[in-house]
């Protein structure tokens, strides 16, 4: 496999056709997620694929790890598709994936891509041979594999060989820089092997996912120089909360900014009963960040400061972006264009009038002492003055939007 420019990596990547998506080959990089349903309960599971693909998730994965699970994944995918859910469903397996997909095809068929962790396919020789089994059921089924190396998971006789090798030749190299390089060694040895069992290239997507931002940039560096498949990018166990997306970010946005990556999953540890849809509106907003993807309209507010002692802008703020994500899987159906949109909540008058006037439609709310109204401006020119309680503000620059929105972007053909 031939080495090449990382910035030139995003237009030049092999291509890979996941159902209707296209990964790589300078298509735009696709978002996706992973339920944390039962597999088995082929209902809620359904359920969950559905609400993360209406959250922006264009491809979506579950776990199938034991006999029910694929047996239930047939189900979901039917269930899916009379929901007009069009997300490809990909098959997470490990251990026992060449068992569960040889013996349950309809499982095999439904699924739109199968995952597999070259070290949880087992050991020695049945490693090899229970890894091109998977393979085989791929070329099969015409179905797309990921080769999905983990640092949690990684083969350990290739770790003690290259630790060994180390020693021996007085190498003088770190734990993790052995580690690091047996990730990269293990998706390009587990590449080779894939294509040796019948898959083609533009089968075959590869990621290499560990838990250290440092180590993941280094890692992705080095295995977008040897190879020209698609690479699917994120932090294995990115954590909870503000650590889960500051560290998912410091890692992705290097890589991402330096044309390196094609699918993107920002892996956060939800809170017990939190919603697993945060982790697609984080990879959204990653991409739209850097400019890369436009998803849905971007709310602009303040920080708030000794200015804004109210909490109305924050509560105006906050309720405006839940209103814009609760609406864009219709206006997505409905308009062309609406993600583009710019929208500005802001707390007082010495930033407020002036990122309204920016944004397609912003509110300046008053600060401490200040009159208590809230200019409204539109593309630029002040439209209206709103006053009143934060329900009947809330309500009534809802309505702006709305009207916006009917007003300025085209209807979808299909819409």
Request: proline share 5%.
């Amino acid at each position: 496999m031939g080495s090449m420019p990382l910035a030139a990596r995003l237009h030049s990547t092999a291509g890979v056709r996941v159902g209707r998506v296209q990964v790589g080959g300078g298509a735009p990089i696709v978002v996706q997620s992973m339920t944390m349903t039962d597999t088995a309960d082929a209902v809620a599971t359904a359920r969950q694929c559905i609400e993360l693909a209406e959250a922006g998730s264009e491809m979506v994965r579950v776990t199938v790890n034991v006999p029910e699970a694929a047996a239930a994944v047939p189900e979901i995918k039917q269930r899916m598709l009379d929901a007009g859910c069009t997300a490809p469903l990909i098959g997470d397996f490990h251990y026992n994936g060449h068992q569960l997909l040889t013996r349950f095809p309809a499982c095999a068929e439904a699924l739109d891509k199968y995952r597999i962790n070259p070290g949880n396919v087992g050991t020695g020789s049945r490693r090899d041979e229970q890894f091109a089994t998977i393979c085989r059921v791929a070329v099969d089924h015409g179905r797309p594999v990921r080769i999905g190396v983990n640092g949690g998971s990684l083969n350990q006789e290739l770790v003690v060989q290259k630790m060994q090798e180390n020693t021996d030749r007085n190498l003088g190299r770190s734990s993790a820089e052995i580690l690091n390089e047996c990730m990269v060694l293990s998706a390009v040895d587990s590449t080779a092997l894939a294509l040796d069992a019948g898959l083609r290239r533009d089968q075959i997507i590869i990621s290499c996912k560990v838990s250290r931002p440092a180590d993941l940039i280094a890692i992705y560096r080095d295995l977008a120089r040897r190879t020209e498949q698609p690479l699917h990018l994120g932090l294995t166990e990115a954590g909870m909360g503000t650590k889960g997306l500051v560290w998912s970010a410091a890692a992705m946005a290097v890589l991402l900014n330096e044309g390196i990556g094609d699918t993107i999953r920002v892996s956060l540890t939800p809170r017990p009963g939190g919603d697993r849809r945060e982790e697609v509106h984080a990879a959204c907003e990653l991409l739209q960040a850097l400019g890369l993807r436009m998803f849905a309209p971007s709310v602009t507010a303040c920080p708030g400061c000794g200015r804004t002692t109210s909490s109305t802008f924050q509560e105006l703020a906050e309720r405006t972006q839940e209103y814009i994500r609760e609406q864009m899987p219709d206006w997505k159906r409905r308009y062309e264009g609406v993600e583009t949109l710019t929208l500005a909540v802001m707390g007082c008058v010495v930033n407020g009038p002036g990122e309204s006037k920016a944004a397609n439609i912003g509110i300046s709310l008053p600060g401490t002492g200040e009159a208590p109204h809230c200019p409204v401006y539109i593309d630029g020119e002040h439209a209206t003055t709103l006053k009143g309680s934060y329900d009947e503000l809330s309500r009534r620059f809802r309505a702006l939007v709305d009207s916006y929105v009917a007003s300025h972007y085209p209807p979808r053909a299909n819409g």
